[in-house]
């Protein structure tokens, strides 16, 4: 059973780019969070989909923008990077269980360089 | 606010050697606390899970204390090994696993 993949996984891109991460969760999942994690920081949620729908959202500009695919997989779309965008992008995958969410799995992450 | 803070904020031990990490936290309402290690690069890996009513969970020469009164909560290792060198993670989830909140992480070093 493959865990939560995620590609690619090293990326390099110029100020201005714009670019898009994909996240296919563990196999029997239907939810996925995107987390920003700087150097030597914790993760910060990005937001997190379900159903196809952004269902909650951390704090960040409109330029980080999601989708969700029928078959749960995921992408993270940033336009109009900035060097501070640089950083491992992580995926984690759950099961909504009704109201209730189980733990989250994450994926290996994508390292964003923005130069 | 919810917060989680853990220290040190890094550690260098000799291999075989036992250490604690530390997490204090002020998420409420508590649903449950996780400890993460997490390879440099990596994604980070669940080693314990403990809910409010819970005090102690081990995992191999990983064991976990929580003390929901204090909202603390401790990781120790022991007989450490050189693959032990990584970030662990104490991660806060309030109403469930949809709302975490994150430390930013004890770096241990683990030297031979």
């Known amino acids: 059973d493959a865990g939560v993949t995620q590609s690619p996984t090293h990326l390099i891109k110029t100020r201005g780019q714009q670019v898009t991460l994909r996240c296919s969760p563990k196999s029997g999942h239907d939810t996925v969070s995107w987390y920003q994690q700087a150097l030597g920081q914790g993760p910060q949620f990005i937001f997190q989909?379900?159903?196809?729908?952004?269902?909650q959202r951390g704090n960040f500009p409109d330029r980080f923008s999601g989708h969700q695919f029928p078959n749960y997989s995921s992408e993270l779309n940033v336009n109009a990077l900035l060097l501070g965008d640089s950083a491992l992008y992580l995926c984690a995958s759950s099961f909504r269980s009704g109201s209730s969410y189980n733990e989250q799995f994450f994926g290996p992450g994508t390292r964003l360089t923005v130069l | 606010k919810n917060q989680v803070e853990q220290s040190p904020q890094s550690l260098i031990i000799l291999e075989g050697k036992n250490c604690t990490l530390q997490c204090n936290y002020t998420v409420s309402p508590f649903s449950n606390l996780r400890w993460y290690k997490q390879d440099t690069g990596r994604g980070p890996v669940s080693l314990t899970i403990?809910?409010?009513?819970?005090n102690t969970k081990s995992n191999g020469r990983y064991t976990a204390t929580l003390d929901a009164d204090t909202k603390q909560s401790s990781l120790h290792i022991t007989a450490s090994q050189l693959s032990d060198s990584a970030s662990y993670i104490c991660?806060?989830?309030?109403?469930?696993?949809?709302?975490?909140?994150f430390g930013t992480g004890t770096r241990l070093t683990v030297i031979p």
């Open positions: 989909y379900y159903e196809e729908e952004e269902r």
């Open positions: 991660v806060v989830s309030a109403n469930g696993a949809n709302n975490l909140f």
């Open positions: 403990m809910t409010f009513s819970e």
